[in-house]
């Protein structure tokens, strides 16, 4: 990777089907980033676990995630995009870092506490440890900005803490990462209940829009979603949230400001609104649907991007790892 560019690293969960919030809130940002930026993007399947997996679905969902990763135009040889399972190290410095972190940090954290309550029934220590797997994730790559939204602020504390706390004891181990502010991705909303995200492990089919859905499903799924009874097309999230949510998904996908969405729809019914709201995401993703499919034929060349981004991965993460043994004490490998 050029030493002149900052570094950038994200991650998504194979924890299902990726959705159209998972596109325009990360991936689609993402493929702006690549020429400017030495990204580093995981496939994070070690966070994954700490909900319960079906092996084989979560085995199909790891395969297509790498897939759609390219299939949004994430260039394999700019990016270094990989599995999380795949590089120990992130095992290995989370390890270290669980020795450095207090118990009261992460019985503070809000996403802790959220998941507590959604996955009751298994409240494991993976769940409570995730802000310092995601902390090593990032301090890994001695990496420069982190794009988080909100939901994620507080890990990236986290983070920064830690970093900062090995660094005053062992000198300049770490780099201290910044959360990158960019241009904001929309926030994308469930179809039928917009007071909560789109995400890719709502059990309720009709809330999200997969990327890969087919065309036909896209359709109905927007011609379901939740709207009002005013039956006028104008954003405003706390009136009128089903619709200003459909607004955002339009604009993100077709470039148009909510001014000129509103004024086009303007005397127009729920129903031709719905319609083209769902014509222009289908538009949008056609071309990914294809290369995805294309992709799916072509195992060879998957296996060799999996082959050498893990390299790559890897040998920078080993960079920082055998640093911080050095620094902790442990006995060189021989
Ligand atoms: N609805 C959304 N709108 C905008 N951005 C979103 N992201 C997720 N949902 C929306 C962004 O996608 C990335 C994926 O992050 P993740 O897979 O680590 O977990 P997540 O944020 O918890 O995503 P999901 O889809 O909601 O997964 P589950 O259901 O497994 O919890 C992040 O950059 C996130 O901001």
Not at 208 to 218: H, K, L, S
Not at 221 to 247: I, M
Not at 324 to 333: A, C, I, S
Request: one cysteine or more; aromatic letters at 10%.
């Amino acid at each position: 990777m050029p030493d002149d560019k900052k570094i950038i690293f994200s991650g998504i969960q194979p924890s299902g089907f990726v959705t159209l919030g998972n596109y325009l809130g990360a991936l689609n940002n993402w493929t702006k980033l690549q020429h400017q930026y030495n990204c580093l993007y995981c496939i994070a399947d070690l966070h994954t676990i700490t909900v319960r997996q079906d092996p084989e679905k979560f085995r199909k969902a790891e395969r297509e995630l790498l897939m759609q990763y390219i299939a949004v135009g994430l260039d394999p040889e700019l990016n270094i995009m990989y599995y999380q399972s795949h590089v120990p190290q992130h095992a290995e410095l989370s390890w270290v870092l669980s020795c450095f972190t207090y118990m009261g940090e992460l019985q503070r954290m809000t996403q802790f506490k959220e998941k507590s309550q959604k996955y009751s029934d298994n409240i494991n220590s993976g769940l409570f440890m995730y802000p310092v797997l995601m902390a090593a994730d990032i301090l890994l790559y001695q990496t420069d900005l982190v794009p988080v939204g909100e939901d994620q602020r507080q890990h990236l504390e986290l983070a920064r803490d830690l970093a900062e706390r090995f660094n005053k004891i062992y000198g300049d181990v770490f780099k201290i990462p910044e959360a990158y502010i960019g241009k904001v991705g929309a926030r994308v909303m469930a179809l039928q209940n917009p007071s909560k995200k789109m995400s890719k492990s709502d059990e309720n089919r009709n809330n999200t829009i997969a990327i890969m859905d087919p065309p036909d499903v896209i359709m109905s799924k927007f011609k379901k979603a939740v709207t009002d009874s005013d039956n006028e097309v104008r954003y405003s999230v706390e009136e009128k949230p089903g619709v200003s949510n459909l607004l955002n998904i339009y604009c993100a996908v077709t470039g148009y400001t909510i001014e000129q969405a509103e004024k086009e729809f303007q005397g127009k019914g729920y129903g031709d609104f719905k319609k083209s709201v769902a014509e222009a995401v289908i538009a949008n993703l056609e071309p990914v649907q294809k290369r995805f499919a294309e992709l799916k034929n072509n195992k060879d060349y998957i296996e060799s991007v999996i082959k050498n981004n893990t390299e790559r991965a890897s040998k920078l993460a080993d960079r920082t790892l055998s640093k911080v043994y050095k620094k902790v004490g442990f006995m060189p490998r021989v």
